[in-house]
């Protein structure tokens, strides 16, 4: 047993390092790859056991170190391979409830695994935020050199117009509560996709939840309070506060696409709803809001135990 929890670490790791360093060919096809890092780490330790996942979390990351520095080790490891395993650590942790002789297992909740994913989320960009500045002002000020050697790599060249400049002052502002959105919406795609991948091998220890019924533990909406309040705050401090806020919506927008399938359950034209409501999310983005502000209604209102009270039982069977 403790040799196949190796061999598939190693494996699994070194999949997930091939994966990593694919984003150097600077591909859209390498990038894709690239978001897909996890993957392998999450397979080995909800398929095998959380000591699969941290053997390939380690490995990987020695990998990378051995091959391109100690900078790719540590990115690797605190950015990839060790948030990986723990939602897969936690996916996997169960308890057992019961009385009177009958004893069943309850499981770790899905949505304290999106919420997991959405606090880790917030806190890789923002350890990532002194890369670019330690204060307000050396922090934008990086982050628009950035973007300038992307727009115009070579240098010197002409200076930006006055179009462009104001593209990179939007893209400034909008950029790190940004990249805490994808980065929480990419984790909680991965666990869900590695998820899956177990299941159909039959590998997947605990069963398949009713992802409509998903819930965020009261502690987010607290936590999203505070991390809103703090937008308001002067310096990196706001900056940090709006990185964290966005981050937390992600995770009711999320909790929002729950509701949004447990209430058109039975509705003949759920398939054309449900795809136009993530077409419009993915082709325009600003839709996720919607999806948001449902997922609050629900936490403030219990929207799915209302709308289903108020709907109408199935007419009883005819007496034959």
Given at each position: ?320
């Amino acid at each position: 047993m403790l040799l196949q929890t190796l061999l598939i670490g190693l494996g699994a790791g070194a999949a997930a390092a091939l994966l990593f360093a694919s984003v150097a060919s600077g591909s859209i096809l390498a990038t894709l790859l690239f978001y897909l890092a996890p993957l392998p780490i999450l397979i080995a330790a909800l398929g095998w056991s959380h000591r699969a996942g941290l053997v390939a979390s380690f490995t990987a990351a020695a990998s990378l170190g051995a091959t391109l520095g100690l900078y790719f080790f540590s990115a690797f490891l605190i950015g990839v391979g060790l948030p990986a395993w723990w939602l897969a650590y936690l996916a996997l942790l169960a308890r057992p409830v019961g009385a009177n002789g009958s004893m069943t297992l309850e499981w770790y909740p899905v949505g304290r695994l999106v919420l997991w994913a959405a606090i880790i989320s917030a806190a890789l960009v923002i350890i990532a935020v002194p890369n670019f500045g330690t204060d307000k002002e050396s922090f934008q000020a990086g982050l628009r050199v950035a973007f300038e050697r992307a727009i115009q790599p070579r240098a010197p060249g002409p200076p930006l117009g006055a179009d462009m400049e104001r593209l990179v002052d939007i893209l400034v502002a909008a950029i790190p509560p940004a990249a805490a959105v994808l980065a929480t919406l990419i984790s909680v795609f991965n666990l869900w996709f590695a998820s899956r991948i177990v299941r159909v091998s039959g590998r997947l220890r605990r069963p398949w939840p009713d992802l409509s019924a998903l819930t965020l533990p009261p502690a987010a909406l607290g936590l999203l309070a505070i991390a809103i309040a703090g937008t308001f705050l002067p310096d990196l401090a706001g900056i940090l506060s709006r990185i964290a806020a966005a981050s937390l919506f992600m995770a009711y927008a999320i909790l929002g696409f729950a509701v949004l399938h447990a209430l058109t359950r039975g509705l003949s034209f759920r398939p054309v709803l449900l795809i136009a409501a993530y077409g419009a999310v993915i082709v325009l983005g600003w839709p996720v809001l919607a999806a948001s502000f449902l997922g609050l209604a629900e936490a403030a209102f219990n929207v799915r135990t209302r709308v289903a009270g108020s709907r109408a039982p199935p007419p009883a069977p005819p007496i034959s």
